[in-house]
């Protein structure tokens, strides 16, 4: 196991006071970037709940190595249908997306329509032109790949 792996547990629990101390700000970019018609009510809400039933879960765990919902800081492994192909997204805050290395913030188009699904789910990730049928095939920690690419972009 990597090093990375046994910090997931710190990770989540950092995003959970990042989003607190920063909530005003990523609510205000998420009706912002998000169709009226996608918008939950309560999403951050719903996310935090989320991060914190995944910790109580991993409570007596040392590390997180099973993540059965895409979370930020996870790497997802989509499934197209119809071309018979798989596509790695991390999914990232904004200031850390970098679409052409598959960084993509939670606040995208496709970002917010990964997040919180389950592995194995299917869905229909509406692009701009048109839908595709995916498959949630694979979800893991991305922490490493979170802390090269801030490093990588510091250089």
């Known amino acids: 196991m ?7 547990r710190e990770y989540f629990v950092r995003q959970l006071v ?4 920063n909530i005003k700000e990523l609510t205000e970019l998420y009706f912002s970037s998000t169709p009226i018609q996608e918008r939950l009510k ?3 809400n719903l996310y935090v709940l989320e991060v914190e039933d ?5 409570q ?5 190595s099973f993540f059965p919902k895409v ?14 192909e798989t596509e790695d997204y991390v999914i990232c805050y904004p200031e850390e997306s970098d679409p052409d290395r598959g960084y ?3 606040l995208s188009p496709v970002g917010r329509q990964l997040l919180l699904k389950n592995n194995g789910e299917k869905l229909s990730l509406k692009i701009p032109t048109g839908e595709l049928l995916v498959t949630i095939k694979e979800i893991s920690y991305a922490g490493q790949l979170l802390d090269q ?4 972009k510091e250089a």
């Open 2 to 8: 990597n090093h990375s792996t046994f910090q997931s």
């Open 18 to 21: 990042y989003i607190d101390e």
């Open 42 to 44: 309560h999403f951050f």
């Open 54 to 58: 995944l910790l109580k879960v991993n």
């Open 60 to 64: 007596k765990n040392t590390h997180i």
């Open 71 to 84: 979370l930020i800081g996870t790497k997802v492994t989509v499934w197209y249908e119809e071309d018979n």
């Open 104 to 106: 993509i913030s939670f």
């Open 149 to 152: 690419g801030i490093k990588t």
